[in-house]
């Protein structure tokens, strides 16, 4: 079992910037790869960012390529989601994930379906 925690949300004005971070304890070799996917109300849960965390290699969705930015500190077993010039769109419940995923690409580490391990989640409202 991996247990996640995310913290770091809150709310901004537009063109702020946000930082969160997803803690993650327990049998935390069993993952290959972590995400931080968002819902926003009525919408799917979509995936934003993931790291493969063998050789830190980073996916993003194209809605935040150049605005957002994963990190990982393997000493803290933390994964970080720098969020600059946020945009009221980006208003959404975030949520970190871990997962072993089997073929790592760039639509794998964004879907939701190869990751069982979540966070609750932290919100995020950015006011226009």
């Known amino acids: 079992q991996v247990q996640l925690v995310e913290s770091g949300g809150g709310s901004v004005q537009a063109g702020g910037s946000l930082r969160l971070s997803c803690a993650a304890s327990?049998?935390?070799?069993?993952?290959?790869?972590m995400g931080w996917f968002r819902q926003a109300p009525g919408k799917e849960r979509e995936g934003v960012a993931a790291i493969y965390l063998t050789g830190g290699h980073t996916y993003y969705a194209d809605l935040v390529k150049g605005q957002f930015a994963i990190s990982q500190d393997n000493a803290k077993n933390t994964v970080y989601l720098q969020m600059n010039s946020l945009k009221h769109g980006d208003t959404a419940m975030y949520y970190c994930a871990a997962g072993r995923v089997f073929s790592v690409n760039g639509w794998t580490a964004l879907s939701e379906y190869e990751y069982n391990y979540w966070g609750q989640g932290t919100q995020v409202t950015v006011s226009s």
């Open positions: 327990g049998n935390t070799y069993s993952s290959n790869c």
